[in-house]
């Protein structure tokens, strides 16, 4: 079982920044991969980035340039950057966990709350 709790989460002014935590708990952190998804009202949940156990990523094309994910293995935790925030970024932000790739993510996370004001 593997536990995850975001945090970073904020208001923030259109163009400023904000840097997301998620800790993990349980099972050897390393071997996951990992990825942060977001959700805004009335929208489908949206996957913004991962990273492979092996520090791989990718980005959804809205983020590209703008966010950046990275993991410290040493302290079971995974961060995503994001830089020039966009009204249209507001949403909640979960992270998740995955042991293998192309499978639905295992574990998620409870959710931290991103606010943009414009």
């Known amino acids: 079982q593997v536990q995850l709790v975001e945090s970073g989460g904020g208001l923030v002014q259109a163009g400023g920044s904000l840097r997301l935590s998620c800790a993990a708990s349980?099972?050897?952190?390393?071997?996951?991969?990992m990825g942060w998804f977001r959700q805004a009202p009335g929208k489908e949940r949206e996957l913004v980035a991962r990273?492979?156990?092996?520090?791989?990523?990718y980005y959804t094309d809205s983020v590209k340039g703008r966010f950046s994910i990275f993991r410290d293995n040493a302290k079971n935790t995974v961060y995503l950057q994001m830089n020039s925030l966009k009204p249209e970024d507001a949403a909640v932000y979960f992270c998740?966990?995955?042991?293998?790739?192309?499978?639905?993510?295992?574990?998620w996370g409870q959710g931290t709350q991103v606010t943009v004001s414009s």
């Open positions: 990273i492979s156990s092996g520090g791989s990523t």
């Open positions: 998740a966990a995955r042991l293998r790739n192309y499978t639905p993510y295992d574990y």
């Open positions: 349980g099972r050897t952190f390393s071997s996951y991969a």
